[in-house]
């Protein structure tokens, strides 16, 4: 049944597919009448659904039950990533979602030579979408984009922890075993950061973390850096 679930942004007691959802129900998993299907609407809430019909560019099902998701974590944890070249920032919300990040943010900074528009936006979210289904997340991370590092880093103002991973700590001014509350995480692109970025960052309340001895690729450090602070979290248990 994990295959057979659909994003749905309003689900009603008969909800309609359409677009990728409906063409993944369709020829992909060749859904027929009454099939069972599950479907969520990305705020945490998972829809028991049977399907009433499918046509040539729509599938209408029936909800017959709803339940509030259990694969949620418990402690809210905010990345924010440089924007990367390639796919590379789309692979880091695949994983970020699959981890159960809350919420992604993609920023650009001085060194940072990626670029982003409506359209990349839209296929990270879309992105976001497919994670959280193939997870079994009924929740789906906000992605956002922010067209500075000093907009990005005003965004995590709520977090009790603000780390900021970055190649100029020379230790970590945090000790990631002892986090216990909301985390918000910084990584930069590939170009790293500015000095003057690093410092701005700690007039702001973020604690310079190092990753290592070694010098990790962006996005191994985003994941990484996402992982080791929810195992630390005990969300990996």
Known sequence: MSSRRFF???VAPETVLRGDEFSHARTVLRL???D???LFDGTGREYDAIVRSVGKTELVCGVVGERVADKECRVPV???VGALKGDKTELVVQKATELGAASVGVFSSRYCSAYMNENKLQRLEKVAREAA???LRASVPAVEYYPDLAAALASC???DNKLFACEFAQRSDADLHALRSSCALVVGSEGGFAPEEFEAAK???FAGISLGKRILRAETAAIAFLAVTLFSLGELE
């Open 8 to 10: 749905a942004p309003c």
């Open 32 to 34: 027929r009448e009454g």
């Open 36 to 38: 069972e299907i599950v």
């Open 78 to 80: 905010r990345l924010l």
């Open 133 to 135: 289904r193939q997870c």
């Open 157 to 159: 103002a709520e977090y």
């Open 203 to 205: 007039a702001a309340g």
